[in-house]
């Protein structure tokens, strides 16, 4: 009469099918271990600096090994007034989290007037950017001269700090529907006179030079 093995079979080789029985605990050990923390929101920020002077003062602290966070990229342009609100609209569409906007100050433009009329422009913009429902700390404006790379790496870790803050930008918000609307008037979310005092309030800075 045979007698038939029942207990477990040993492993025969790296082709063999039967595990021992006491290895199962240690398998479902294994697969909950393998389950990835959630990783640290790093922001994706976007610097536009102006050659004669920010871009200078980074490459000073870059020089001075000064630390500073490395979730910001640098876009040199011929001058701040360069800039094109339009440009930042497509920074924040493409994933950006932050924009922020260095040039040299006030009176010390390479051109003379080009940062007087990148305050005019980017101040409105960030209003504007903040009637729609968007934070008005995702856009900044700075002044840092070529001497200055402590203020720049202050400024950069500042700003960087506060977009950690903010966290990413919801991935339902349409920027070019929600600026069309406030432009153009179609599905405004606000009363027209709150929409008439912000009118009023950006043509009364205009006037006294504040924007």
């Not at 960087?160 to 950690?164: D, G, K, L, V």
């Not at 009118?199 to 800075?205: F, S």
């Given at each position: 009469m045979s007698v038939v093995d029942t207990s477990p079979t040993k492993q025969q080789g790296p082709f063999s099918t039967a595990a021992p029985l006491a290895s199962a605990p240690f398998n479902d050990a294994l697969v909950k271990n393998t389950s990835q923390p959630t990783e640290p929101f790093k922001p994706k920020i976007l610097a536009f600096t102006c050659k004669w002077c920010t871009y200078a003062g980074a490459d000073l602290a870059g020089l001075n090994r000064m630390k500073y966070p490395a979730d910001i990229r640098?876009?040199?342009?011929?001058?701040?007034?360069?800039?094109?609100p339009q440009f930042v609209l497509e920074a924040l569409q493409r994933g950006c989290d932050g924009v922020i906007v260095c040039g040299c100050h006030p009176g010390d433009c390479h051109y003379s007037t080009g940062n007087y009329y990148a305050k005019r422009r980017m101040m409105i913009y960030k209003r504007l950017l903040e009637y729609i429902g968007l934070?008005?700390?995702r856009f900044q404006i700075r002044w840092i001269s070529g001497a200055e790379a402590g203020k720049f790496r202050d400024v950069i870790t500042e700003f960087?700090?506060?977009?950690?803050e903010l966290g990413p930008i919801e991935n339902d918000f349409n920027l070019s529907d929600s600026i069309g609307a406030a432009v153009y008037g179609s599905h405004l979310t606000k009363p027209a006179s709150e929409e008439n005092e912000l009118?009023?309030?950006?043509?009364?800075?205009a006037e006294r030079g504040e924007a």
């Open positions: 640098l876009l040199r342009v011929p001058c701040s007034g360069r800039g094109n934070e008005p700390d960087c700090n506060r977009i950690t009118r009023n309030d950006i043509h009364e800075q």
